[in-house]
């Protein structure tokens, strides 16, 4: 399978060259795509030293602008799939290995790696994003039949199916809203145990403000995905 | 409503309406909002020198003075006009994040090619 990894990053300079260094030597034979999200520190720079492809926005446009960049990166140039990855180093490369073996073996559209399939793999975060994470997971449970655990995980592999329905709607950050707009659409998911480490350098993308505005967000896109896909589902049918 | 009050709002609606044109004219303004704001400013001032409409309005509204169904027309007018002004802002923003994405793949393929 021909996969692009890819890595949104913005202001991350202190992690984002050991997380080049360490996909590289954990998984070589892959592309590496950096996407630089107009950071204002030396990210763009750790990233043009290393052999990973630079994707510069000429401006900050945020985490789900600079996955779609991803995802139309990849597609323009024929990668059977995305393996998504956070630059901020919470995820080990080690698990990588595993990972896009999990996914290239199975047959499922999406793979999501969670923290939450073993708990004991998880040292920390917030209580906010752990409790709004388990309700988040119920409500996709409740409304599509499918259980996921960790809904606002970055690091997933999606195939070229998946990406083209991910380029058709808006998201906000490609967490719950996506995953209930991929299965409603007939698409599979699934999640892959993987650890997460606690952030050593930088701060989140989500302020305390966003812990209000995040959830409402996620909440109105997830209904809009609903619409969505039922009048796709609707005209497919007709044809 | 006293003719003050009509010669009053009449007069703002003139300004606005010299106020619009002239930013079409600059080019400040494109047509397709401009001709929103021409409408509704006629509109306005039809209803405001026609005591007829603005007591009909008032009837249909459920309003008690006419002065109330004038802000209760503003009111809805200028909460519809917020929605579609946002929706024109998204609209924008949309295909700046398009064309910047656009941008920051050409440079990557440009520079991966020069290697």
């Known amino acids: 399978m021909n996969i692009l990894i890819g890595i949104p990053a913005h202001n991350e300079e202190m992690t984002v060259g050991s997380v080049i260094e360490g996909i590289y030597s954990m998984v070589p034979r892959y592309d590496l795509a950096v996407v630089d999200d107009g950071s204002t520190d030396r990210t763009r720079e750790v990233v043009c030293n290393s052999t990973a492809i630079l994707v510069p926005l000429p401006c900050n446009l945020g985490y789900s602008n600079a996955i779609v960049t991803l995802l139309r990166y990849a597609t323009k140039h024929h990668y059977d799939a995305v393996v998504l990855i956070d630059a901020d180093g919470q995820h ?86 996506a995953i209930s707009y991929l299965l409603w659409s007939g698409l599979t998911v699934a999640e892959y145990p993987i650890a997460v480490r606690e952030r050593s350098h930088g701060a989140s993308m989500y302020s305390a403000l966003s812990c209000i505005g995040y959830p409402l967000s996620v909440l109105l896109m997830i209904w809009v995905s609903f619409i969505e896909s039922r009048m796709n589902n609707r005209g497919a049918k007709k044809l | ?63 008690v003075f006419p002065t109330s169904t004038l802000s209760v027309l503003a009111f809805g007018v200028l909460f519809a006009m917020q929605i579609y002004l946002l929706s024109q802002l998204s609209i924008l923003s949309q295909r700046v994040s398009r064309i910047a994405q656009q941008i920051a793949i050409d440079k990557a393929d440009t520079a991966t090619y020069h290697e």
């Not at chain 1, 790696?113 to 409740?142: E, K």
């Not at chain 1, 599509?144 to 592999?157: C, E, F, L």
């Not at chain 2, 397709?32 to 603005?54: D, E, R, T």
Request: aromatic share 10%.
């Open chain 2, 1 to 63: 409503m006293k003719t003050q009050g009509i010669i009053i709002l009449v007069l703002i609606g003139a300004t606005y309406l010299a106020w619009v044109v002239n930013l079409t004219r600059q080019g400040k303004l494109h047509v397709s909002y401009a001709v929103v704001w021409v409408v509704l400013i006629l509109l306005g001032v039809l209803i405001v020198i026609v005591p007829p409409l603005l007591y009909l309005m008032s009837r249909v509204v459920g309003t």
């Open chain 1, 92 to 177: 080990d490369p080690a698990c990588l290995p595993g990972f896009i073996a999990g996914f290239e073996e199975s047959s499922c559209d999406v793979l999501i790696g969670s923290r939450y399939l073993d708990v004991h793999n998880y040292p920390g975060g917030s209580p906010g994003r752990r409790i709004g994470t388990i309700l988040f997971s119920w409500l996709i449970w409740l409304l599509t039949g499918k259980r996921i655990y960790d809904t606002t995980s970055g690091m997933k592999a999606i195939n070229k199916k998946a990406i083209g329905l991910l380029l058709e709607q808006q998201f906000v950050d490609f967490h719950a809203e």
